[in-house]
T-cell receptor
Framework: AQRVTQPEKLLSVFKGAPVELKCNYSYSGSPELFWYVQYSRQRLQLLLRHISRESIKGFTADLNKGETSFHLKKPFAQEEDSAMYYCALSLLTGGGNKLTFGTGTQLKVEL | KAGVTQTPRYLIKTRGQQVTLSCSPISGHRSVSWYQQTPGQGLQFLFEYFSETQRNKGNFPGRFSGRQFSNSRSEMNVSTLELGDSALYLC????????????FGQGTRLTVV
């Protein structure tokens, strides 16, 4: 069974500092990895997915199959980045649209 | 275009009662998934419907059921409510296929007393 681990419940950084939100997964097949974000009082929304290789709002994430990781990074944190971040996994084939989520990391960007 | 709409937004029920939650997906989306979100367990997958058929099911008891209509709207039903069913229930819709982007609704906050 697939599993997603986000080791940090809370990550606090200063504005302008680099950010790295950790995500590790366990699945032997070919997963699709996502980062979802939930800003205060807003709905859960997709931030980025590994297959598109985009940079959204300055965030990037690289899939490392050797380390089974999909860490989210941003070189310079902004106050508006404060939110709850969830790493999620889906199967590329045969899995439908079932997402397995990590427990989430609350990012707090301090001035 | 309109996003995923869930109704009602808030619900208070008594133990033993049953409840039905509704989800209207984004137009053109054929896949609807349901998730339960609690502080202790986080986001957990309940089930997914695609073209009126249940395609995936999570590890929840049979009291949790759902269905999807021909217009892709979906309902989720919980029978014989327990205190532990208190949670935020999220619905997500996707175009189709495997591993596609899910768009989430605002959720229905269910409180069981």
């Amino acid at each position: 069974a697939q599993r997603v681990t986000q080791p940090e419940k809370l990550l606090s950084v200063f504005k302008g500092a680099p950010v790295e939100l950790k995500c590790n997964y366990s699945y032997s097949g070919s997963p699709e990895l996502f980062w979802y974000v939930q800003y205060s009082r807003q709905r859960l929304q997709l931030l980025l997915r590994h297959i598109s290789r985009e940079s959204i709002k300055g965030f990037t994430a690289d899939l490392n199959k050797g380390e089974t990781s999909f860490h989210l990074k941003k070189p310079f944190a902004q106050e508006e980045d404060s939110a709850m971040y969830y790493c999620a996994l889906s199967l590329l084939t045969g899995g439908g649209n079932k997402l397995t989520f990590g427990t989430g990391t609350q990012l707090k960007v301090e001035l | 275009k309109a996003g995923v709409t869930q109704t009602p937004r808030y619900l208070i029920k008594t133990r033993g009662q049953q409840v039905t939650l509704s989800c209207s997906p984004i137009s053109g989306h054929r896949s609807v998934s349901w998730y339960q979100q609690t502080p202790g367990q986080g986001l957990q997958f309940l089930f997914e419907y695609f073209s009126e058929t249940q395609r995936n099911k999570g590890n929840f008891p049979g009291r949790f059921s759902g269905r999807q209509f021909s217009n892709s709207r979906s309902e989720m039903n919980v029978s014989t409510l327990e205190l532990g069913d208190s949670a935020l229930y999220l619905c997500a819709s996707s175009v189709q296929g495997d591993g596609t982007e899910a768009f989430f609704g605002q959720g229905t906050r269910l409180t069981v007393v």
